[in-house]
């Protein structure tokens, strides 16, 4: 996703990844579409799967969606107004002043955000606009107490696998620099209505899960995964996460 040392956490699950990641409100990319005036380009940063470059096609006439994976391009959904490329977030390769809004889902915390707010400023149009999130852990508030409670212990599990960037995410975003003329957003939530095995799929995605694989952890996210399968039973459940959001205009 972004520098000339980038770590590399999703290419070998990448056709997971296009399978498991939930969507984004539809609500969402409306918002979005509300912070520009010009609705000709838009740039779709570290678009993974291209979940977010789907989203804004009804609003802009072409996405130029960039990943530095080849492996995640290569399982992007295709649609006739994304332009998909291999690309660092420090060098898109876009032309000077040429986009109207840039977005960044889920990944911001992955960058040298120094470089990448430089490349932000080159390709932005005058009044362009960016909008950059995350978003928290998933939450069942109507499961048993049963999954809760293994969701959470799930979480302490891999604690100490985490990425430090991912860090950024539990500070909800806050802390990350944003040297934007920020605008007050309103709150989004991302849902859906899942089977234990779409859970248990989603969470092989995580870049902790994948590294605590690596140390040959197999037994314990097994072991989680039997616990779940029971607790869980055959009933699709609400999991929902809360959308950190920031934007603001780029060059004022």
């Not at 290419?11 to 409306?30: C, G, I």
């Not at 928290?136 to 499961?143: K, L, S, V, Y």
């Not at 849902?191 to 799929?201: K, S």
């Amino acid at each position: 996703m972004a520098t000339s040392s980038f770590k590399d956490y999703f290419s070998k699950q990448a056709s997971d990844y296009a399978k498991y990641r939930p969507h984004y409100p539809e609500a969402l990319f409306a918002y979005l579409a509300t912070l520009t005036t010009n609705h000709k380009t838009a740039w779709d940063c570290a678009t993974g799967n291209g979940q977010v470059a789907i989203g804004l096609t009804p609003y802009f006439q072409t996405i130029y969606a960039t990943d530095a994976s080849a492996t995640q391009i290569a399982n992007a959904f295709p649609h006739d107004r994304i332009h998909y490329s291999v690309a660092p977030a420090r060098d898109s390769g876009l032309p000077d002043r040429s986009m109207d809004l840039i977005t960044v889902g889920l990944a911001l915390h992955w960058f040298d955000l120094e470089a990448f707010y430089t490349e932000v400023r080159r390709v932005a149009k005058p009044q362009g606009a960016i909008a950059v999130w995350g978003t928290g852990m998933p939450a069942m508030p109507t499961a048993p107490q049963t999954v809760q409670q293994l969701l959470k212990e799930f979480d302490q599990m891999i604690q100490p696998f985490k990425p430090p960037q991912v860090q950024l995410l539990d500070e909800e975003y806050r802390t990350i620099p944003f040297p934007f003329e920020e605008v007050v957003t309103p709150s989004f939530t991302r849902t859906a209505a899942w089977t234990v095995d779409q859970y248990i799929g989603y969470v092989s995605t995580w870049s902790a899960t994948q590294l605590l694989a690596e140390q040959q952890r197999w037994g314990a996210i097994a072991h989680f995964s039997d616990e779940l399968q029971q607790a869980w039973g055959k009933t699709p459940r609400t999991v929902e996460w809360a959308i950190y959001l920031r934007a603001g205009r780029i060059n004022p």
